[in-house]
């Protein structure tokens, strides 16, 4: 009796059929393994968002029990990742507290006005939309291809300060992240010849509110990240946002450029921030020069901080950490 052999199974890769060389179950294990890490890089994100903005609340009482938070919407990505961590942190906060999210809408042109309420609405969060025509104001009194960003943000102040007395809040909560705060600072070193930032808690000039900004230790790239995860519906500006030639813009692109090129720099500004020496500027309100003796006591803020420093690359072991040593 003669043998006959069986074709090969169409399971097993044949010269025949070479769409059987591809190793399918390999692609959908390393398609697998990569959406894991993008989940893991949100926790992790989340995480970071979340510790960053508790520990600005924390460190600076921002909220306490019992406040009414007006959490001032924009459209823009940095005031929904502010709203969306101050929910996730109202859940777990071991104080109470209430948010209410307030939009300005200033009548610009084309300006989607059903997008913020339809979104708010999913989040369960009570909104308030004020309609005021301040575009048509600094149009007509800003002349074309001036900066119109200091007379806007003054109408948009006055009315926001109305809107909190009006809904009985007792903190006004921006979303400036920590790239907004170091952008300030130089903008205020380079044009206006003061060490000026934005703070992360003020009181208004009238005395009558308390702003905060719980994004203080934020980076903007996170916020990015998140609006981009989140898929927040973004509106564009088209007063500020279309002026290309803002030193703010120019100052930011200088920020990411040196972020980039010498990593850790910009971290460094920051904390410099948290960590001023008077004595060591120029400011007589801040530290009596004038009066200056020697007291035959030892200072750790005396002349030795003036020894010759060289500052190295980071160190490779130590990513974003710049190594000082004193000659």
């Known amino acids: 009796m003669s043998t006959v052999l069986n074709e090969a199974p169409t399971s097993i890769p044949t010269l025949a059929n070479p769409s059987h060389w591809t190793d399918e179950p390999a692609e959908a294990a390393a398609s697998g393994a990569a959406r894991m890490k993008i989940e893991r890089e949100t926790h992790k994100l989340e995480k970071r968002l979340c510790r960053e903005v508790g520990k600005a609340i924390v460190d600076f009482n921002m909220i306490e029990e019992g406040d009414k938070v007006m959490v001032c ?48 609405a999913t989040t369960g969060v009570p909104f308030h939309i004020e309609n005021e025509d301040t575009y048509s104001i600094v149009k007509k009194l800003i002349p074309e291809g001036k900066t119109t960003c200091s007379l806007c943000s003054r109408l948009r102040r006055g009315i926001l300060y109305r809107v909190a007395d009006e809904l009985g809040c007792t903190k006004i909560a921006l979303g400036h992240h920590r ?3 170091l952008q300030t600072l130089l903008l205020n070193m380079f044009f206006g010849g003061k060490m000026k930032s934005m703070p992360p808690k003020l009181v208004s000039d009238d005395g009558k509110h308390v702003v905060i900004r719980p994004l203080a230790y934020v ?6 990240r998140w609006a981009a995860h989140r898929n927040f519906p973004i509106i564009p500006c088209n007063l500020c946002g279309s002026q290309e030639n803002l030193q703010r813009k120019q100052v930011g692109e200088m920020l990411r450029d040196w972020e980039k090129r010498f990593p850790g720099r ?50 490779p072991s130590l990513p974003g950490v710049q190594v000082v040593q004193l000659s």
């Open 266 to 315: 910009v971290e460094n500004m920051f904390n410099a921030l948290q960590n001023v020496v008077p004595s060591h500027l120029l400011d007589g309100s801040l530290y009596d020069f004038q009066n200056a003796k020697a007291t035959g006591i030892a200072s750790e803020d005396g002349d030795k901080a003036f020894d010759k420093e060289e500052f190295v690359a980071p160190s």
């Open 179 to 181: 790239d907004d705060i």
């Open 219 to 224: 980076a903007e790239k996170d916020t990015t």
């Open 73 to 120: 919407m924009s459209g823009g990505k940095d005031s929904y990742a502010l709203l969306d961590i101050l929910l996730k942190l109202k859940a777990r906060a071991p104080i109470h507290f209430d948010l209410v999210a307030v939009n300005l809408d200033q009548k610009q042109p084309g300006f989607p006005e059903h997008i913020l309420p339809e979104y708010l």
